[in-house]
C-alpha cells in the first residue's frame, strides 16, 4: 500500500464511495419501487371485485351477473362463492390450491406451492339471511423480472461507469499532480546531471503546489548562488594565493640551500612574514566577500545614528597622523547594518589614505535630501583615469599593484560595492588623475 502513488490511492477511495453509494441508490430504487408494486396490485384487485360486485344481483334465489361482469380482468379472478364457501360461478386458477376462509374487505397474501395471491372477499347480502362472497384472485406481480431488468441494467452500465470514473479521475488527478512531477523531475535532473540553473515551470495561480513550486525554485536559485560563490571563492583563492606561496616557498628554497648572512635571512623572515600576513589578509576578505554573496553573513538592519557613526570612524587611532576631516550639518539617522556599514566607510577611507598624496587630505561628508542620504570619501590623491573607473569594482581589479604592493587585494572596492547594493543602495564616482577621486555611498531613505 506504502508504494501506491497517491493518484492510484485517491482513485481507488472514490471509486470504492461511488460503489458504495451506487449500491445504496439502487437499494433504495428497489424497496421503494416493491412497496409501489404491491400498493398498485392491491388497489386494482379491490378495484376490480367492487366493480363485478355491482353487477351481482339475486332475483327469487337465483343469482344474475350484469354485462359488466368479467371473470377475469386485470390479472383479477373474481369468483362467487355462496354462504356456505360453495363455488357458484367463476373459475379458480389451476394452482390455487388452498382453502382459504374468507375474510369481508381484507387483502392478503396466500402462498400456494408454486406462486404467491392476492385474495380480497367481499359480503355481498341480498336480504338479512343470504348472499354471497365474491372473491377476488390475484397473482401477486414478479418483483423478479423488475430485479432482474435492474440487475441487468447495473451489470452492463457499473463496468462502463466505474470505468469512465477510473479514466476521468485518475485524469483528473494526473493533471493535478503534474507540478509534483515537475518538481521530482527537476530535481532529478538537478541530481544526475549537477545542472544547478535548472528551475520548474511554476504553473500560474496560488495553490499548493504553485507555493511549493516557486519555493523551489528560490531553493534552487539559494543553492546555485551559493554553489557559484562557493566555486569563485575556490578559484579566487587558489590565484591569489599563488604568489604569495611561491614567494615564501623560493624565499625557503633559497634560505636552506645558501649560507645567508644574519642580515639577509633577517630580510627573508620579514618577507615571508609580509607574505603571510597578505594571505591571512586576503583569506579573510575572500571568506567575508563569499558570505556575502551566499547570504550567510545576514545583514543585521537597526536605526542608528549615522553621523555619530561616521564620525567615530573618522577619528579612529589609525588615522590619527591623517588629515582626515569629518563634515555632517545636522544629525543623520538611517536603517543599516552597522558592522557592514562601518566596513565600507573604513574601505573607502583606507583608499583616500592609500592612494592619497604625501599630507594629503580626505574628507568625509554626510549630507541628506528628500529622498536619499549621501556619504562621501574625497582625496586630493593621484586619482583614477575615466578608463579605469569603471573596472576598480571587480574582484581583485588594481589600477596600478605596484603602488600598492603588498598593502592591497583588489578586493575592497567589490565589497563597497555589495554592501551597498544590500542596503538598496549604490555607489557613484567622480574622479581626475593628479587632482583626487570622490567616492559616493547614495543610501535609499525609504529602505526601512
Ligand atoms: P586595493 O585597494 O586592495 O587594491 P580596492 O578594490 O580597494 O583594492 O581598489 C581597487 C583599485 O582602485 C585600487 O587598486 C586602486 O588602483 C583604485 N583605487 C581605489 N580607491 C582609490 C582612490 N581613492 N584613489 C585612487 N585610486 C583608487
Redesign the pocket.
Given at each position: 500500500m506504502k508504494n501506491i502513488s497517491i493518484k492510484v490511492k485517491i482513485t481507488m477511495w472514490y471509486l470504492l464511495l461511488m460503489t458504495i453509494m451506487v449500491v445504496m441508490v439502487l437499494t433504495f430504487i428497489l424497496a421503494v419501487s416493491s412497496s409501489v408494486t404491491t400498493q398498485t396490485a392491491m388497489s386494482r384487485i379491490s378495484s376490480t371485485v367492487r366493480s363485478n360486485l355491482t353487477q351481482v344481483s339475486s332475483s327469487n334465489g337465483k343469482i344474475s351477473l350484469g354485462e359488466d361482469f368479467h371473470f377475469y380482468q386485470n390479472g383479477v379472478y373474481t369468483l362467487i362463492y355462496s354462504k356456505n364457501e360453495a363455488l357458484l360461478a367463476g373459475q379458480v386458477p389451476v394452482n390455487f390450491t388452498q382453502n382459504e376462509p374468507f375474510e369481508n374487505g381484507l387483502t392478503r397474501t396466500v402462498s400456494t406451492e408454486d406462486d404467491n395471491y392476492y385474495v380480497f372477499d367481499l359480503w355481498l347480502p341480498f336480504d338479512w339471511e343470504n348472499g354471497v362472497w365474491v372473491r377476488g384472485l390475484m397473482e401477486v406481480p414478479e418483483d423478479e423480472l423488475i430485479i432482474k431488468n435492474l440487475i441487468l441494467v447495473v451489470a452492463v452500465a457499473m463496468p462502463a461507469f466505474i470505468l469512465f470514473a477510473t479514466i476521468g479521475g485518475y485524469w483528473i488527478a494526473k493533471k493535478a499532480f503534474k507540478p509534483l512531477e515537475d518538481i521530482i523531475s527537476t530535481a532529478d535532473s538537478i541530481n544526475e546531471a549537477s545542472d544547478l540553473s535548472a528551475r520548474i515551470d511554476v504553473p500560474s495561480g496560488s495553490n499548493e503546489f504553485t507555493r511549493l513550486a516557486k519555493t523551489f525554485d528560490q531553493m534552487f536559485t539559494r543553492l546555485e548562488q551559493s554553489f557559484e560563490a562557493e566555486k569563485q571563492f575556490t578559484s579566487d583563492a587558489s590565484h591569489e594565493l599563488r604568489t604569495p606561496i611561491s614567494v615564501i616557498k623560493g624565499a625557503c628554497e633559497y634560505a636552506l640551500k645558501y649560507d645567508e648572512t644574519p642580515e639577509e635571512r633577517q630580510e627573508t623572515l620579514s618577507m615571508i612574514h609580509r607574505q603571510a600576513v597578505k594571505m591571512s589578509g586576503l583569506v579573510a576578505q575572500l571568506l567575508s566577500m563569499t558570505r556575502l554573496e551566499q547570504g550567510t553573513e545576514k545583514a543585521n538592519f537597526e536605526k542608528i545614528n549615522l553621523t555619530e557613526l561616521t564620525k567615530a570612524i573618522c577619528t579612529e587611532q589609525a588615522y590619527a597622523d591623517r588629515n582626515v576631516y569629518f563634515e555632517a550639518k545636522n544629525e543623520i539617522s538611517a536603517f543599516v547594518d552597522t558592522t557592514l556599514i562601518t566596513r565600507l566607510i573604513q574601505?573607502l577611507i583606507d583608499?583616500?589614505v592609500?592612494?592619497g598624496k604625501t599630507d594629503g587630505h580626505v574628507w568625509v561628508t554626510l549630507t541628506e535630501n528628500e529622498h536619499e542620504i549621501q556619504l562621501s570619501v574625497k582625496?586630493d590623491?593621484?586619482?583614477?583615469p575615466k578608463e579605469e573607473q569603471g573596472k576598480?569594482w571587480q574582484r581583485f581589479?588594481?589600477?596600478?599593484?605596484s603602488?600598492?604592493g603588498d598593502n592591497?587585494?583588489?578586493?575592497?572596492?567589490?565589497m563597497v560595492q555589495k554592501i551597498a547594493e544590500i542596503h538598496g543602495g549604490y555607489m557613484s564616482l567622480e574622479?581626475e588623475p593628479l587632482k583626487g577621486?570622490n567616492?559616493v555611498l547614495h543610501l535609499p531613505k525609504n529602505n526601512y
Open positions: 574601505n583608499n583616500a592609500k592612494y582625496d590623491g593621484i586619482g583614477i576598480i581589479y588594481q589600477v596600478d599593484a603602488r600598492t592591497g587585494t583588489g578586493l575592497g572596492l567589490s574622479s577621486s567616492f
